[in-house]
């Protein structure tokens, strides 16, 4: 049973444009959120979090958005470039133990 | 600095064989992690220590054996392993273990059973 899900398993957006990663979870003992990029041959390397008393974060060009009612969670790149062509890991944390969960991951294709 | 370092890059080992994975950080974390990740997978998680004590231990195989020396080092040691065993193994790191504290990661080792 997959609790974070990362439905879209790649996206292209051009230069400039932005660029809207999504991903759901299902265990509402989920509060923390985070967003890792990863390069082929390299380790993920930590982006963004937010807890779930925020609705918004913001760092940069990095955006996360939670809806905790509809599980959902948004990592917005604006303006996107093409050194961001990575895989998005989105990641819960479990509350009782500290767990990171993973979703699948999203593959981004920033195109010059 | 917010490097975990991690040795040997690359590992070709045979079934009947040992060898350990290293692990390094000195951003002065309490808690380290193993992770597996097999392609086009997310990272699982496998081990989790807490103050240099073995916290979460996520049903591994005994075949792989992790032990913390320290609080900066992080090792596992493998053997008899078989070749669906063959994997990215990352390691990370974080503040304390729980939840709000980011875990940064290490570069992995890329490891292949003959």
């Known amino acids: 049973d997959q609790q974070v899900k990362q439905n879209s398993p790649s996206l292209s957006v051009q230069e400039g444009r932005i660029s809207i990663l999504n991903c759901d979870y299902t265990n509402s003992m989920f509060d923390y959120f985070l967003w890792y990029k990863k390069y082929p041959a390299e380790g993920p390397t930590f982006l963004i979090s937010i807890s779930s008393i925020k609705d918004k974060n913001e760092d940069g060009r990095f955006t996360v958005f939670l809806n905790k009612s509809a599980k959902h969670l948004s990592l917005h790149i604006v303006p996107s470039q093409p050194g961001d062509s990575a895989v998005y890991f989105c990641?819960?944390?479990?509350?009782?133990?500290?767990?990171?969960?993973f979703g699948q991951g999203t593959t981004l294709q920033v195109k010059p | 600095d917010t490097e975990v370092t991690q040795t040997p890059k690359h590992l070709v080992m045979g079934m009947t064989n040992k060898k350990s994975l290293k692990c390094e950080q000195h951003?002065?974390?309490?808690?380290m992690y193993w992770y597996k990740q097999k392609a086009k997978k997310p990272p699982e998680l496998m081990f989790v220590?807490?103050?240099?004590?073995?916290?979460i231990n996520e049903s591994v195989p005994s075949r792989f054996s992790p032990e913390c020396p320290n609080s900066s080092l992080l090792n596992l040691h493998l053997h008899a392993l078989q070749p669906e065993d063959s994997a990215l193994y990352l390691c990370?790191?974080?503040?304390?273990?729980?939840?709000?504290?980011?875990?940064?990661f290490g570069p992995g080792t890329r490891l292949t059973v003959t």
């Open positions: 951003m002065g974390h309490r808690a």
């Open positions: 990370a790191s974080s503040q304390v273990s729980g939840i709000g504290y980011e875990q940064y």
């Open positions: 990641a819960a944390s479990d509350s009782n133990t500290g767990k990171l969960i």
């Open positions: 220590y807490s103050y240099e004590k073995l916290s």
